[in-house]
C-alpha cells in the first residue's frame, strides 16, 4: 500500500513538472539561441564559434591549459560573446600544452 502511494505521488509530481516545462517553453515567447557551434584549436590557442547567437544568448572558449613539466592542469576562459560568427578565445602559456577545449553556453 505504501508503495502505491509513493508511485502515485512520484507520478504526479513528475507530471507537474513536465506541465510546468511546457508552460515555460509556450509557443510565442522570446526565447535564446545558439547554433552551428564548434571548438577548435591551433598551437597553444583554443577557440569557440557559433554562426547563430539571438536573443541574448551568449558563449565563450573553455581551455584546459596542460603544464608538461610538472603535469599540472588549469583552465582558462575567452571573453563572452553574443554576436552570430563571433569568436570566442584563450591561449595556454609557454611550457603549456593545449589538454582540452570546450565551450560554456548561456541560453
Do not use: H
Not at 554562426?51 to 551568449?58: E, I
Amino acid at each position: 500500500m505504501v508503495d502505491t502511494i509513493r508511485r502515485t505521488a512520484k507520478a504526479l509530481a513528475v507530471g507537474g513538472l513536465v506541465t510546468a516545462g511546457l508552460v515555460l517553453a509556450a509557443p510565442g515567447t522570446a526565447q535564446a539561441a545558439l547554433s552551428g557551434c564548434s571548438t577548435n584549436y591551433s598551437g597553444r590557442t583554443g577557440t569557440a564559434k557559433c554562426t547563430t547567437a539571438t536573443n541574448g544568448s551568449s558563449f565563450r572558449v573553455k581551455v584546459v591549459c596542460y603544464k608538461i613539466t610538472s603535469g599540472q592542469t588549469r583552465t582558462i576562459y575567452g571573453t563572452w560573446k553574443t554576436t552570430s560568427g563571433a569568436t570566442s578565445s584563450a591561449s595556454c602559456l609557454t611550457g603549456e600544452e593545449i589538454d582540452d577545449v570546450t565551450i560554456q553556453k548561456v541560453v
